[in-house]
């Protein structure tokens, strides 16, 4: 699914990733976890390919992604990747459909088929009933869901999430990281997650540690990566 080797990158002379080789398989929920300063956002943003790496390959599906053109990138971005953030990111002048319906609209679908995915996807949240409401008439959790569901709607390969319940208090946080496995459970998807969550790391397939732009090597991660 995400195959990513010897990936390198430098802020002028400050080296943030200093060689990451990392396989994550279709259908892995996987935490990446670390201290402030280890390069968890920047590797979470090359794989998204919101930033190239100086060195080193990623693919996904298959897809050597250094190799497409800005065009082909953003389409490919837009097709095959979600992304989930702290903060929902939510368009206020729109409803909650309509926020989860922009990106199908940038892939080209229909207003009809946009709005029928994204229906589905509101069902499957639980929030049929809030279709209409904007941003601020929504609570968090119901907000970062909203989020969630923008990032299924093209069908991605991938969802990549960067402290997604940060925001949450204790019940939402345990909702959102529930939503993460019944998601994978009945749809296949991937998931790619940065946390300084302990309990959410703890509970996903597996828990990648980084410090100073390296991956650290625990017994943890030797027996999932055996059991893989």
Do not use: W
């Amino acid at each position: 699914m995400i195959s990513i080797q010897g990936i390198k990158k430098n802020f002028g002379s400050l080296e943030v990733l200093k060689g990451i080789d990392l396989h994550i398989d279709k259908g892995e929920v996987v935490s990446i976890v670390g201290p402030s300063g280890a390069g968890k956002t920047t590797l979470l943003q090359i794989i998204g390919t919101l930033d190239k790496p100086d060195a080193g390959t990623v693919c996904i599906d298959g897809i050597d992604v250094s190799h497409l053109s800005k065009k082909k990138l953003s389409d490919f971005r837009n097709q095959h990747i979600g992304f989930v953030f702290q903060f929902h990111q939510l368009l206020p002048e729109f409803t909650a459909i309509e926020n989860i319906m922009i990106p199908a609209y940038i892939a080209g679908l229909s207003q009809r088929e946009a709005r029928q995915r994204a229906q589905d996807l509101l069902d499957f949240m639980g929030l049929t009933e809030r279709a209409s409401h904007k941003p601020n008439e929504l609570s968090g959790g119901e907000k970062q869901r909203i989020a969630v569901a923008r990032a299924l709607i093209n069908h991605p390969a991938v969802i990549l999430a960067d402290e997604p319940s940060g925001s949450l208090d204790s019940k939402n946080k345990e909702e959102l990281h529930q939503l993460f496995f019944d998601l994978r459970d009945k749809f296949g998807q991937t998931f790619v997650i940065v946390t300084h969550d302990e309990q959410l790391a703890s509970i996903t397939d597996r828990t990648i540690h980084m410090r100073d732009g390296l991956l650290e090597t625990t017994p943890i991660d030797t027996i999932n990566t055996i059991e893989l």
